[in-house]
């Protein structure tokens, strides 16, 4: 965003130079996901960017509490591997929704999911 602010340049401006939607600069520049390396080439010609994409270019990184929650562990787990949650879940096999619930604590995972995850976090935050 700074980058982007520096240059003048609004989401509707960057959108109709590069041909990305409004939305995915806004998920981009609230580190809800990276984009692509092609996405981001098309991006660096109009802001003095890393040649490579990174998550955190916009907000600085905080030291995150020790998760107390279901959800507060698959929200972490997601942030440490740098996805959107549609790309996490189907790591997990379930719908975007239904993720997006689980980290906000709305609803608990049924037990069917306990496995799968287990193996997405490479740990067992049920016990």
Do not use: N
């Not at 609230?30 to 003095?48: G, H, M, N």
């Not at 490579?52 to 959800?71: C, H, M, N, R, Y």
């Not at 997006?100 to 049924?110: F, H, Q, V």
């Amino acid at each position: 965003m700074v980058k982007r602010k520096e240059a003048g340049l609004t989401h509707r401006q960057l959108a109709d130079e590069t041909g990305f939607s409004r939305h995915w600069f806004r998920r981009w520049e609230y580190d809800r996901c990276v984009p692509s390396q092609t996405e981001w080439d098309a991006i660096r010609k109009f802001l003095d960017l890393p040649a490579e994409p990174v998550l955190t270019f916009t907000q600085p990184e905080k030291a995150l509490d020790a998760p107390k929650s279901i959800g507060e562990h698959l929200h972490q787990r997601r942030l440490a591997l740098k996805l959107c949650l549609a790309e996490a879940a189907p790591k997990i096999g379930v719908g975007l929704s239904t993720l997006g619930i689980w980290e906000l604590g709305r609803a608990l995972p049924k037990e069917r999911y306990h496995r799968r995850i287990v193996d997405y976090l490479g740990y067992d935050p049920f016990h």
